[in-house]
Protein backbone atom coordinates (compact mmCIF):
# COMPACT_ATOMS: atom_id res chain seq x y z
CA UNK A 1 0.00 0.00 0.00
CA UNK A 2 1.74 3.37 -1.27
CA UNK A 3 1.49 6.17 1.34
CA UNK A 4 0.32 9.20 0.77
CA UNK A 5 3.98 10.96 0.04
CA UNK A 6 5.00 8.32 -2.47
CA UNK A 7 1.44 8.65 -4.64
CA UNK A 8 2.23 13.03 -4.03
CA UNK A 9 6.09 12.20 -5.58
CA UNK A 10 4.34 9.74 -8.18
CA UNK A 11 2.20 12.22 -9.56
CA UNK A 12 4.78 15.07 -9.69
CA UNK A 13 7.29 12.87 -11.43
CA UNK A 14 4.28 11.75 -13.87
CA UNK A 15 3.43 15.92 -14.62
CA UNK A 16 7.06 16.58 -14.98
CA UNK A 17 7.62 13.84 -17.51
CA UNK A 18 4.26 15.00 -19.14
CA UNK A 19 5.65 18.42 -19.20
CA UNK A 20 9.43 17.20 -20.92
CA UNK A 21 7.97 14.97 -23.87
CA UNK A 22 5.44 17.69 -24.67
CA UNK A 23 8.03 19.87 -24.37
CA UNK A 24 10.85 17.86 -26.70
CA UNK A 25 8.50 16.87 -28.75
CA UNK A 26 7.08 20.50 -29.35
CA UNK A 27 11.07 22.27 -28.98
CA UNK A 28 13.09 19.89 -29.78
CA UNK A 29 11.79 17.46 -32.14
CA UNK A 30 9.30 20.21 -33.48
CA UNK A 31 6.51 18.01 -34.40
CA UNK A 32 4.60 20.55 -35.41
CA UNK A 33 6.90 21.56 -37.58
CA UNK A 34 6.82 18.46 -39.00
CA UNK A 35 3.48 18.15 -39.47
CA UNK A 36 3.15 21.24 -40.74
CA UNK A 37 0.49 22.29 -38.14
CA UNK A 38 0.80 26.22 -38.00
CA UNK A 39 3.53 26.27 -40.96
CA UNK A 40 2.98 27.55 -44.32
CA UNK A 41 5.95 26.20 -47.50
CA UNK A 42 7.21 28.91 -49.09
CA UNK A 43 9.76 28.26 -52.74
CA UNK A 44 12.78 30.62 -52.67
CA UNK A 45 14.48 30.85 -56.13
CA UNK A 46 17.85 31.74 -56.35
CA UNK A 47 20.77 32.29 -59.16
CA UNK A 48 22.47 29.71 -56.94
CA UNK A 49 22.78 28.11 -53.81
CA UNK A 50 25.18 30.47 -52.61
CA UNK A 51 26.24 27.95 -49.29
CA UNK A 52 22.93 27.44 -48.52
CA UNK A 53 22.07 23.97 -46.75
CA UNK A 54 19.54 21.76 -44.89
CA UNK A 55 17.82 23.20 -41.82
CA UNK A 56 19.58 26.66 -42.08
CA UNK A 57 17.51 29.71 -40.37
CA UNK A 58 15.03 31.85 -41.84
CA UNK A 59 14.75 35.32 -40.17
CA UNK A 60 12.61 38.24 -40.54
CA UNK A 61 13.85 41.40 -39.54
CA UNK A 62 16.42 40.05 -37.71
CA UNK A 63 14.19 37.23 -35.76
CA UNK A 64 14.20 33.66 -36.57
CA UNK A 65 10.72 32.86 -38.31
CA UNK A 66 11.34 29.15 -39.75
CA UNK A 67 14.07 26.89 -41.52
CA UNK A 68 14.99 25.36 -44.92
CA UNK A 69 13.36 22.10 -45.20
CA UNK A 70 14.87 21.46 -49.00
CA UNK A 71 17.90 22.84 -50.87
CA UNK A 72 17.17 21.73 -54.87
CA UNK A 73 18.90 22.77 -58.53
CA UNK A 74 16.26 24.01 -61.50
CA UNK A 75 17.34 24.77 -64.97
CA UNK A 76 18.39 28.16 -64.48
CA UNK A 77 19.78 27.85 -60.69
CA UNK A 78 18.43 26.61 -57.71
CA UNK A 79 15.57 27.12 -55.07
CA UNK A 80 15.02 26.41 -51.45
CA UNK A 81 12.21 25.28 -49.70
CA UNK A 82 11.19 27.03 -46.64
CA UNK A 83 9.01 26.27 -43.57
CA UNK A 84 7.93 29.48 -42.19
CA UNK A 85 5.47 30.53 -39.70
CA UNK A 86 1.93 31.68 -40.35
CA UNK A 87 2.83 34.48 -37.37
CA UNK A 88 3.17 37.30 -37.46
CA UNK A 89 2.58 37.97 -41.44
CA UNK A 90 5.12 38.58 -43.77
CA UNK A 91 4.79 41.44 -46.66
CA UNK A 92 4.94 39.64 -50.16
CA UNK A 93 6.97 42.68 -51.30
CA UNK A 94 10.56 41.74 -50.03
CA UNK A 95 14.00 41.10 -50.81
CA UNK A 96 15.49 38.03 -49.38
CA UNK A 97 19.15 37.76 -48.74
CA UNK A 98 21.26 34.53 -48.48
CA UNK A 99 23.98 35.99 -45.43
CA UNK A 100 26.81 34.27 -43.62
CA UNK A 101 26.63 34.31 -39.71
CA UNK A 102 30.48 34.64 -39.70
CA UNK A 103 33.69 33.34 -42.04
CA UNK A 104 33.51 29.69 -41.45
CA UNK A 105 30.30 29.80 -43.86
CA UNK A 106 26.55 29.65 -41.70
CA UNK A 107 24.84 30.82 -44.31
CA UNK A 108 21.02 31.70 -43.31
CA UNK A 109 18.26 33.56 -45.32
CA UNK A 110 17.17 37.07 -44.23
CA UNK A 111 14.04 38.32 -45.44
CA UNK A 112 13.90 42.22 -45.52
CA UNK A 113 10.49 43.78 -46.75
CA UNK A 114 10.01 46.67 -48.78
CA UNK A 115 6.21 47.52 -47.45
CA UNK A 116 4.03 46.65 -44.84
CA UNK A 117 1.19 46.57 -46.70
CA UNK A 118 -0.67 43.35 -47.85
CA UNK A 119 -0.03 40.68 -50.03
CA UNK A 120 1.27 38.71 -47.30
CA UNK A 121 3.34 35.69 -48.12
CA UNK A 122 0.91 32.16 -47.98
CA UNK A 123 1.39 28.74 -48.40
CA UNK A 124 2.75 27.84 -51.82
CA UNK A 125 4.20 31.39 -52.62
CA UNK A 126 6.94 31.90 -54.57
CA UNK A 127 9.79 34.68 -54.17
CA UNK A 128 11.21 35.36 -57.49
CA UNK A 129 15.06 34.72 -58.38
CA UNK A 130 14.96 39.10 -59.24
CA UNK A 131 14.56 39.73 -55.70
CA UNK A 132 17.44 37.83 -54.30
CA UNK A 133 20.75 38.18 -53.63
CA UNK A 134 23.56 35.49 -52.76
CA UNK A 135 26.82 36.45 -50.83
CA UNK A 136 30.34 36.25 -53.13
CA UNK A 137 31.62 32.79 -52.72
CA UNK A 138 34.97 32.56 -50.60
CA UNK A 139 36.14 29.61 -52.22
CA UNK A 140 37.45 31.11 -55.83
CA UNK A 141 39.31 33.92 -53.93
CA UNK A 142 40.74 31.61 -51.30
CA UNK A 143 42.04 29.60 -54.46
CA UNK A 144 43.12 32.33 -56.75
CA UNK A 145 45.32 33.80 -53.34
CA UNK A 146 46.41 30.35 -53.01
CA UNK A 147 47.86 30.04 -56.68
CA UNK A 148 49.07 33.69 -55.92
CA UNK A 149 51.37 32.73 -53.43
CA UNK A 150 52.60 29.24 -55.25
CA UNK A 151 53.56 31.54 -58.25
CA UNK A 152 55.88 33.13 -55.92
CA UNK A 153 59.13 31.52 -55.68
CA UNK A 154 60.17 30.22 -52.40
CA UNK A 155 63.73 31.82 -52.69
CA UNK A 156 62.24 35.01 -53.15
CA UNK A 157 59.02 34.51 -50.57
CA UNK A 158 61.15 35.88 -47.38
CA UNK A 159 62.58 38.32 -49.98
CA UNK A 160 59.07 39.60 -50.91
CA UNK A 161 58.40 39.76 -46.81
CA UNK A 162 61.32 41.66 -45.70
CA UNK A 163 60.35 43.99 -48.52
CA UNK A 164 56.87 44.27 -47.75
CA UNK A 165 58.11 45.31 -44.46
CA UNK A 166 60.15 47.98 -44.94
CA UNK A 167 57.17 49.57 -47.87
CA UNK A 168 54.55 48.98 -45.06
CA UNK A 169 56.72 50.05 -41.74
CA UNK A 170 55.67 52.95 -40.32
CA UNK A 171 52.43 53.44 -42.68
CA UNK A 172 50.09 51.74 -40.22
CA UNK A 173 47.40 54.85 -40.45
CA UNK A 174 47.23 55.22 -44.16
CA UNK A 175 47.14 51.54 -44.52
CA UNK A 176 44.03 51.92 -42.57
CA UNK A 177 42.58 54.59 -44.45
CA UNK A 178 43.38 52.69 -47.56
CA UNK A 179 41.60 49.94 -46.35
CA UNK A 180 38.69 51.58 -45.00
CA UNK A 181 38.49 53.64 -47.95
CA UNK A 182 38.77 50.08 -49.71
CA UNK A 183 35.52 48.83 -47.64
CA UNK A 184 33.64 51.83 -49.17
CA UNK A 185 34.58 51.25 -52.26
CA UNK A 186 33.83 47.75 -52.27
CA UNK A 187 30.25 48.21 -50.52
CA UNK A 188 29.54 50.36 -53.37
CA UNK A 189 30.69 48.15 -56.41
CA UNK A 190 28.90 45.23 -54.54
CA UNK A 191 25.93 47.50 -55.72
CA UNK A 192 26.97 47.84 -59.30
CA UNK A 193 28.36 44.39 -59.51
CA UNK A 194 26.37 43.32 -62.54
CA UNK A 195 27.51 46.42 -64.38
CA UNK A 196 30.81 46.03 -62.98
CA UNK A 197 30.58 41.99 -64.35
CA UNK A 198 29.71 43.24 -67.68
CA UNK A 199 32.45 46.04 -67.99
CA UNK A 200 35.16 43.70 -66.78
CA UNK A 201 33.20 40.98 -69.46
CA UNK A 202 33.62 43.74 -72.31
CA UNK A 203 36.91 44.74 -71.46
CA UNK A 204 38.28 41.30 -73.38
CA UNK A 205 37.23 42.12 -77.00
CA UNK A 206 38.71 45.66 -75.93
CA UNK A 207 41.83 44.73 -74.91
CA UNK A 208 42.22 42.20 -78.09
CA UNK A 209 41.84 44.89 -80.21
CA UNK A 210 44.72 46.47 -78.56
CA UNK A 211 46.88 43.39 -79.15
CA UNK A 212 45.51 43.62 -82.64
CA UNK A 213 46.93 46.94 -83.11
CA UNK A 214 50.01 47.01 -81.74
CA UNK A 215 51.95 48.47 -84.69
CA UNK A 216 49.56 51.27 -84.68
CA UNK A 217 49.89 51.92 -80.69
CA UNK A 218 53.95 52.11 -82.04
CA UNK A 219 53.42 54.22 -84.45
CA UNK A 220 51.03 56.67 -82.06
CA UNK A 221 53.42 56.62 -79.09
CA UNK A 222 56.18 57.57 -82.08
CA UNK A 223 54.05 60.36 -83.03
CA UNK A 224 53.38 61.41 -79.54
CA UNK A 225 56.94 61.76 -78.53
CA UNK A 226 57.54 63.93 -81.53
CA UNK A 227 54.83 66.57 -80.59
CA UNK A 228 56.42 66.04 -77.22
CA UNK A 229 59.76 67.13 -78.81
CA UNK A 230 57.87 69.97 -80.82
CA UNK A 231 55.91 71.60 -77.49
CA UNK A 232 60.19 71.02 -76.02
CA UNK A 233 61.56 73.06 -78.98
CA UNK A 234 58.55 75.66 -78.40
CA UNK A 235 58.63 76.14 -74.77
CA UNK A 236 58.64 79.38 -74.88
CA UNK A 237 55.98 80.04 -77.24
CA UNK A 238 53.70 77.96 -75.28
CA UNK A 239 54.85 80.10 -72.20
CA UNK A 240 54.10 83.44 -73.67
CA UNK A 241 50.66 81.41 -74.76
CA UNK A 242 50.02 80.85 -71.30
CA UNK A 243 51.23 84.37 -70.32
CA UNK A 244 49.01 86.20 -72.32
CA UNK A 245 46.14 83.68 -72.85
CA UNK A 246 44.05 84.60 -69.60
CA UNK A 247 44.06 88.21 -70.96
CA UNK A 248 42.67 86.84 -74.26
CA UNK A 249 39.95 84.70 -72.30
CA UNK A 250 38.84 87.95 -70.55
CA UNK A 251 38.68 89.97 -73.76
CA UNK A 252 36.48 87.24 -75.45
CA UNK A 253 34.77 86.86 -72.05
CA UNK A 254 33.96 90.91 -72.73
CA UNK A 255 33.09 90.32 -76.12
CA UNK A 256 30.55 87.65 -75.74
CA UNK A 257 28.85 89.85 -72.55
CA UNK A 258 28.56 92.75 -75.23
CA UNK A 259 26.99 90.40 -77.64
CA UNK A 260 24.81 88.90 -75.46
CA UNK A 261 21.63 90.72 -76.50
CA UNK A 262 22.04 89.95 -80.08
CA UNK A 263 23.66 86.52 -80.26
CA UNK A 264 20.08 85.29 -79.36
CA UNK A 265 18.51 86.99 -82.24
CA UNK A 266 21.42 86.34 -84.55
CA UNK A 267 21.06 82.43 -83.86
CA UNK A 268 17.64 82.56 -84.17
CA UNK A 269 18.03 84.15 -87.68
CA UNK A 270 20.71 81.22 -88.44
CA UNK A 271 17.80 78.43 -88.24
CA UNK A 272 16.49 80.27 -91.37
CA UNK A 273 20.29 80.34 -93.15
CA UNK A 274 19.81 76.53 -91.71
CA UNK A 275 16.54 76.09 -93.60
CA UNK A 276 18.38 77.41 -96.99
CA UNK A 277 21.09 75.33 -96.57
CA UNK A 278 18.81 72.22 -96.03
CA UNK A 279 16.57 73.13 -99.20
CA UNK A 280 19.40 73.95 -101.45
CA UNK A 281 21.64 71.18 -99.92
CA UNK A 282 22.40 69.51 -103.80
CA UNK A 283 23.29 72.91 -105.23
CA UNK A 284 25.79 73.79 -102.36
CA UNK A 285 27.33 70.38 -102.49
CA UNK A 286 27.93 71.33 -106.66
CA UNK A 287 29.06 74.56 -106.10
CA UNK A 288 31.37 73.20 -103.58
CA UNK A 289 32.27 70.13 -105.82
CA UNK A 290 33.00 72.86 -109.14
CA UNK A 291 34.64 75.46 -107.21
CA UNK A 292 38.12 73.97 -106.47
CA UNK A 293 38.45 73.37 -110.14
CA UNK A 294 37.24 76.92 -111.02
CA UNK A 295 40.02 78.05 -108.98
CA UNK A 296 42.44 76.02 -110.00
CA UNK A 297 41.88 76.85 -113.64
CA UNK A 298 42.37 80.80 -112.71
CA UNK A 299 45.47 80.03 -111.04
CA UNK A 300 46.92 78.31 -113.64
CA UNK A 301 46.56 80.91 -115.92
CA UNK A 302 48.29 83.02 -113.59
CA UNK A 303 52.31 84.14 -114.54
CA UNK A 304 53.80 82.83 -111.65
CA UNK A 305 52.76 79.26 -112.67
CA UNK A 306 54.74 79.41 -115.86
CA UNK A 307 58.84 80.00 -116.38
CA UNK A 308 58.05 82.78 -118.56
CA UNK A 309 56.33 84.85 -116.11
CA UNK A 310 53.34 85.72 -118.16
CA UNK A 311 49.94 84.75 -117.80
CA UNK A 312 48.30 82.41 -120.42
CA UNK A 313 44.65 83.30 -122.16
CA UNK A 314 42.66 82.06 -124.74
CA UNK A 315 40.35 84.26 -127.14
CA UNK A 316 38.36 83.75 -129.49
CA UNK A 317 35.35 85.78 -132.30
CA UNK A 318 31.72 84.26 -131.28
CA UNK A 319 28.26 85.17 -132.66
CA UNK A 320 25.19 85.98 -130.87
CA UNK A 321 22.91 82.95 -131.88
CA UNK A 322 21.31 83.46 -130.26
CA UNK A 323 21.46 86.72 -129.17
CA UNK A 324 21.74 87.78 -125.76
CA UNK A 325 18.85 88.72 -124.03
CA UNK A 326 17.62 91.94 -122.92
CA UNK A 327 14.25 91.31 -121.87
CA UNK A 328 14.04 92.26 -118.29
CA UNK A 329 16.97 94.26 -118.14
CA UNK A 330 17.80 98.12 -117.73
CA UNK A 331 17.32 100.22 -121.18
CA UNK A 332 20.19 101.57 -122.93
CA UNK A 333 19.40 105.47 -122.13
CA UNK A 334 19.92 104.23 -118.51
CA UNK A 335 23.54 102.67 -118.82
CA UNK A 336 26.03 104.79 -117.03
CA UNK A 337 29.19 106.11 -118.52
CA UNK A 338 32.18 103.50 -118.21
CA UNK A 339 33.79 106.98 -116.74
CA UNK A 340 31.73 106.26 -113.72
CA UNK A 341 32.89 104.64 -110.98
CA UNK A 342 30.71 105.70 -108.22
CA UNK A 343 29.05 102.51 -106.65
CA UNK A 344 25.26 102.55 -106.62
CA UNK A 345 22.82 99.94 -106.16
CA UNK A 346 21.85 97.25 -109.26
CA UNK A 347 17.94 97.49 -109.30
CA UNK A 348 16.63 94.11 -107.66
CA UNK A 349 14.86 91.93 -109.86
CA UNK A 350 17.38 92.10 -113.21
CA UNK A 351 17.22 88.74 -114.82
CA UNK A 352 15.86 87.23 -118.44
CA UNK A 353 12.28 87.80 -118.69
CA UNK A 354 11.66 85.77 -121.90
CA UNK A 355 8.92 82.50 -121.81
CA UNK A 356 11.01 79.55 -120.46
CA UNK A 357 11.14 77.71 -123.64
CA UNK A 358 12.49 80.44 -125.53
CA UNK A 359 15.95 79.63 -127.25
CA UNK A 360 17.43 82.93 -125.32
CA UNK A 361 19.61 82.45 -122.13
CA UNK A 362 18.28 78.78 -121.43
CA UNK A 363 20.39 78.61 -118.37
CA UNK A 364 19.27 82.11 -117.48
CA UNK A 365 17.40 82.52 -113.86
CA UNK A 366 13.98 81.85 -115.52
CA UNK A 367 14.66 78.18 -115.61
CA UNK A 368 16.13 77.58 -112.06
CA UNK A 369 15.25 74.37 -110.67
CA UNK A 370 12.42 74.89 -107.51
CA UNK A 371 14.81 73.00 -104.67
CA UNK A 372 11.72 73.26 -102.44
CA UNK A 373 9.13 72.03 -105.41
CA UNK A 374 10.61 69.44 -107.74
CA UNK A 375 9.45 69.58 -111.31
CA UNK A 376 8.66 73.79 -111.00
CA UNK A 377 11.32 76.32 -112.79
CA UNK A 378 11.26 79.79 -111.52
CA UNK A 379 14.04 83.11 -111.04
CA UNK A 380 12.57 83.62 -107.32
CA UNK A 381 11.52 81.88 -104.31
CA UNK A 382 8.28 83.86 -104.12
CA UNK A 383 7.30 82.60 -107.12
CA UNK A 384 8.87 78.92 -106.27
CA UNK A 385 6.38 78.85 -103.14
CA UNK A 386 3.30 80.17 -104.95
CA UNK A 387 0.52 78.46 -106.71
CA UNK A 388 1.04 80.28 -109.83
CA UNK A 389 3.30 79.36 -112.69
CA UNK A 390 6.44 81.93 -113.63
CA UNK A 391 4.85 84.91 -116.24
CA UNK A 392 7.07 85.85 -118.56
CA UNK A 393 7.00 89.83 -119.49
CA UNK A 394 6.89 89.47 -123.13
CA UNK A 395 6.96 86.47 -125.43
CA UNK A 396 9.56 87.52 -127.99
CA UNK A 397 12.35 90.43 -127.97
CA UNK A 398 12.77 93.27 -130.47
CA UNK A 399 15.96 92.68 -132.16
CA UNK A 400 16.23 96.49 -133.00
CA UNK A 401 12.96 97.82 -131.15
CA UNK A 402 12.94 99.29 -127.71
CA UNK A 403 12.54 97.31 -124.54
CA UNK A 404 9.29 96.45 -123.40
CA UNK A 405 7.59 98.36 -120.06
CA UNK A 406 9.03 96.34 -117.12
CA UNK A 407 6.39 97.38 -114.06
CA UNK A 408 9.18 96.25 -111.75
CA UNK A 409 11.84 98.61 -113.41
CA UNK A 410 9.24 101.58 -112.99
CA UNK A 411 8.26 100.47 -109.76
CA UNK A 412 11.91 101.31 -108.57
CA UNK A 413 11.87 104.97 -110.39
CA UNK A 414 14.43 103.28 -113.68
CA UNK A 415 12.55 105.10 -116.75
CA UNK A 416 11.35 103.19 -119.35
CA UNK A 417 13.17 102.92 -122.49
CA UNK A 418 13.51 106.45 -124.35
CA UNK A 419 12.77 104.77 -128.03
CA UNK A 420 9.25 104.41 -126.75
CA UNK A 421 6.86 106.71 -128.62
CA UNK A 422 3.37 107.58 -128.63
CA UNK A 423 2.33 104.72 -130.74
CA UNK A 424 3.68 102.13 -128.45
CA UNK A 425 0.80 103.41 -125.79
CA UNK A 426 -1.58 100.78 -125.12
CA UNK A 427 -4.82 102.93 -123.84
CA UNK A 428 -6.34 104.24 -127.03
CA UNK A 429 -6.86 108.14 -127.30
CA UNK A 430 -9.16 110.12 -126.05
CA UNK A 431 -10.65 112.21 -129.19
CA UNK A 432 -12.08 108.92 -130.24
CA UNK A 433 -11.19 106.69 -133.47
CA UNK A 434 -11.18 108.11 -136.80
CA UNK A 435 -14.31 106.68 -139.08
CA UNK A 436 -12.71 104.40 -142.09
CA UNK A 437 -12.97 106.22 -145.45
CA UNK A 438 -16.53 106.00 -146.81
CA UNK A 439 -18.51 105.84 -143.73
CA UNK A 440 -20.98 107.79 -142.99
CA UNK A 441 -22.43 109.23 -139.50
CA UNK A 442 -25.44 108.01 -137.87
CA UNK A 443 -28.11 110.07 -138.89
CA UNK A 444 -27.01 111.24 -142.09
CA UNK A 445 -29.57 110.27 -144.96
CA UNK A 446 -27.98 107.34 -147.63
CA UNK A 447 -27.61 108.59 -150.74
CA UNK A 448 -26.59 106.51 -153.96
CA UNK A 449 -24.34 104.44 -153.85
CA UNK A 450 -21.02 105.83 -153.92
CA UNK A 451 -22.12 109.31 -154.12
CA UNK A 452 -22.46 110.03 -150.09
CA UNK A 453 -19.38 112.36 -149.99
CA UNK A 454 -17.28 112.47 -146.86
CA UNK A 455 -19.25 113.75 -143.30
CA UNK A 456 -18.04 116.75 -142.50
CA UNK A 457 -17.23 118.06 -146.28
CA UNK A 458 -18.82 120.47 -148.32
CA UNK A 459 -22.18 119.09 -149.72
CA UNK A 460 -22.44 116.17 -147.12
CA UNK A 461 -26.07 115.86 -145.50
CA UNK A 462 -26.43 116.75 -142.37
CA UNK A 463 -28.36 114.77 -139.74
CA UNK A 464 -31.74 116.40 -138.74
CA UNK A 465 -31.87 118.98 -136.31
CA UNK A 466 -34.03 119.71 -133.08
CA UNK A 467 -36.97 122.41 -133.25
CA UNK A 468 -34.60 124.53 -131.58
CA UNK A 469 -32.37 125.12 -133.95
CA UNK A 470 -32.07 128.95 -133.86
CA UNK A 471 -30.69 128.19 -130.39
CA UNK A 472 -27.94 126.09 -131.90
CA UNK A 473 -27.08 128.23 -134.74
CA UNK A 474 -23.86 129.10 -133.21
CA UNK A 475 -22.20 125.87 -133.54
CA UNK A 476 -22.84 125.83 -137.20
CA UNK A 477 -19.75 127.39 -137.73
CA UNK A 478 -18.02 124.18 -136.14
CA UNK A 479 -19.28 121.19 -138.93
CA UNK A 480 -16.77 122.26 -141.13
CA UNK A 481 -14.23 121.21 -138.33
CA UNK A 482 -15.18 118.65 -136.65
CA UNK A 483 -13.26 115.26 -138.00
CA UNK A 484 -14.62 111.68 -139.06
CA UNK A 485 -15.85 110.27 -135.90
CA UNK A 486 -17.73 106.88 -135.70
CA UNK A 487 -21.82 106.92 -136.12
CA UNK A 488 -21.92 107.49 -132.25
CA UNK A 489 -24.69 105.11 -130.62
CA UNK A 490 -27.60 107.63 -129.62
CA UNK A 491 -31.06 107.61 -130.56
CA UNK A 492 -32.70 109.80 -133.09
CA UNK A 493 -35.98 112.09 -132.59
CA UNK A 494 -39.00 109.39 -132.06
CA UNK A 495 -36.52 106.83 -130.61
CA UNK A 496 -36.45 107.98 -127.41
CA UNK A 497 -39.30 106.47 -124.76
CA UNK A 498 -41.95 108.34 -123.28
CA UNK A 499 -40.64 109.79 -120.11
CA UNK A 500 -42.18 108.16 -116.84
CA UNK A 501 -45.04 109.87 -115.19
CA UNK A 502 -44.02 112.51 -112.41
CA UNK A 503 -43.60 111.72 -108.84
CA UNK A 504 -45.55 114.41 -106.50
CA UNK A 505 -42.39 116.24 -104.71
CA UNK A 506 -42.15 118.59 -101.94
CA UNK A 507 -42.42 122.24 -102.34
CA UNK A 508 -39.08 123.40 -102.57
CA UNK A 509 -38.39 127.39 -101.27
CA UNK A 510 -37.92 129.72 -104.05
CA UNK A 511 -35.28 129.94 -105.63
CA UNK A 512 -33.57 133.45 -106.46
CA UNK A 513 -32.75 133.61 -110.03
CA UNK A 514 -29.35 133.98 -111.63
CA UNK A 515 -28.33 136.87 -113.35
CA UNK A 516 -29.31 137.01 -117.18
CA UNK A 517 -26.37 135.54 -119.00
CA UNK A 518 -25.47 137.58 -122.29
CA UNK A 519 -26.77 136.69 -125.11
CA UNK A 520 -24.87 134.65 -127.57
CA UNK A 521 -24.48 136.32 -131.17
CA UNK A 522 -25.68 135.01 -134.08
CA UNK A 523 -23.80 133.72 -136.70
CA UNK A 524 -25.03 133.67 -140.29
CA UNK A 525 -26.11 130.23 -141.93
CA UNK A 526 -23.69 128.31 -143.61
CA UNK A 527 -23.72 129.04 -147.13
CA UNK A 528 -24.42 125.55 -148.60
CA UNK A 529 -27.40 125.81 -146.87
CA UNK A 530 -26.99 122.94 -144.44
CA UNK A 531 -28.28 123.16 -140.73
CA UNK A 532 -26.44 123.53 -137.92
CA UNK A 533 -24.55 120.64 -136.57
CA UNK A 534 -24.23 119.40 -132.86
CA UNK A 535 -21.73 116.75 -131.38
CA UNK A 536 -20.37 115.97 -127.72
CA UNK A 537 -17.47 118.33 -126.84
CA UNK A 538 -14.82 115.96 -127.17
CA UNK A 539 -15.87 115.34 -130.66
CA UNK A 540 -15.50 118.86 -131.71
CA UNK A 541 -12.86 121.57 -133.14
CA UNK A 542 -11.38 120.98 -129.08
CA UNK A 543 -10.88 117.56 -130.36
CA UNK A 544 -7.86 118.18 -132.20
CA UNK A 545 -5.99 119.69 -129.06
CA UNK A 546 -3.99 117.88 -126.42
CA UNK A 547 -6.66 116.29 -123.43
CA UNK A 548 -5.37 115.58 -119.90
CA UNK A 549 -5.24 111.93 -119.63
CA UNK A 550 -5.90 109.48 -116.71
CA UNK A 551 -2.96 107.21 -115.31
CA UNK A 552 -2.91 104.75 -112.72
CA UNK A 553 0.06 104.86 -110.51
CA UNK A 554 1.95 102.91 -107.27
CA UNK A 555 1.26 105.24 -104.58
CA UNK A 556 3.54 104.22 -101.26
CA UNK A 557 1.96 106.43 -97.99
CA UNK A 558 4.74 105.71 -95.77
CA UNK A 559 7.56 107.44 -98.23
CA UNK A 560 4.88 109.34 -100.25
CA UNK A 561 6.65 108.53 -103.54
CA UNK A 562 5.21 107.09 -107.26
CA UNK A 563 6.17 107.04 -110.69
CA UNK A 564 4.79 109.29 -113.22
CA UNK A 565 3.59 108.71 -116.33
CA UNK A 566 6.63 110.01 -117.57
CA UNK A 567 8.76 107.71 -115.68
CA UNK A 568 10.09 109.96 -112.92
CA UNK A 569 9.99 109.36 -109.54
CA UNK A 570 7.85 111.81 -107.24
CA UNK A 571 7.33 112.68 -103.60
CA UNK A 572 4.30 113.84 -102.20
CA UNK A 573 3.56 112.88 -98.65
CA UNK A 574 0.16 114.54 -98.53
CA UNK A 575 -2.22 112.46 -100.76
CA UNK A 576 -3.08 110.22 -98.26
CA UNK A 577 -5.15 111.80 -94.88
CA UNK A 578 -2.78 110.17 -91.69
CA UNK A 579 -4.54 107.76 -89.54
CA UNK A 580 -4.51 108.02 -85.73
CA UNK A 581 -2.02 105.07 -84.14
CA UNK A 582 -4.20 101.80 -83.46
CA UNK A 583 -3.25 99.56 -81.22
CA UNK A 584 -4.55 96.12 -79.83
CA UNK A 585 -7.62 97.73 -78.69
CA UNK A 586 -8.56 98.65 -81.91
CA UNK A 587 -8.94 94.71 -83.16
CA UNK A 588 -11.37 93.82 -80.46
CA UNK A 589 -15.10 94.08 -81.43
CA UNK A 590 -17.13 96.20 -79.75
Known sequence: MLTRFVRIQLAIFAIAGTIGVISMVLFYIQAPTLLGIGR????????????????????????????????????????????????????????????????????????RPKTDSPPYLHDGSVIAVRDTTIPQPVGPMLEQVNALVQSIPKTKLGQLLDESFQGFNGSGYDLGSLLDSSKTLSRDANAVVDRTRALTEDTGPLLDTQARTTDSIR????????ISDTLVNNDSHFRTILEKGPDAANEASRLLEQIKPTLPVLLANLTTIGQIGVTYHPSIEQLLVLLPSGVAVEQAAQGENHPDGRAYGDFAATVDDPPICTVGFMPPNTWRSPDDLTDIDTPDGLYCKLPQDSPIAVRGARNYPCMGHPGKRAPTVEICNSDKPYMPLAMRQHTLGPYPLDPNLLAQGVPPDDRITTNDRIFGPVEGTPLPPGAVPRGAPAG???????????????PPLPSSGAALAPMSRMSADLPPIAPLDVPVAGELPPPPAAQPALPLAPLVPPDPAPPIPADPAPADGGGPQAAPSSFGANASKPAPSVVVAKYDPHTGRYVGPDGKLYQQSDLVAPKAPRTWKDMLPT
Open 448 to 462: PRGENPPPGTVGAAA
Open 219 to 226: TWARSFAG
Open 40 to 111: MTVTLELPATGGLYRFSNVTYRGVQLGKVTAVGLTPTGAKATLSLSTSPKVPADLIAEVLSVSAVGEQYVDL
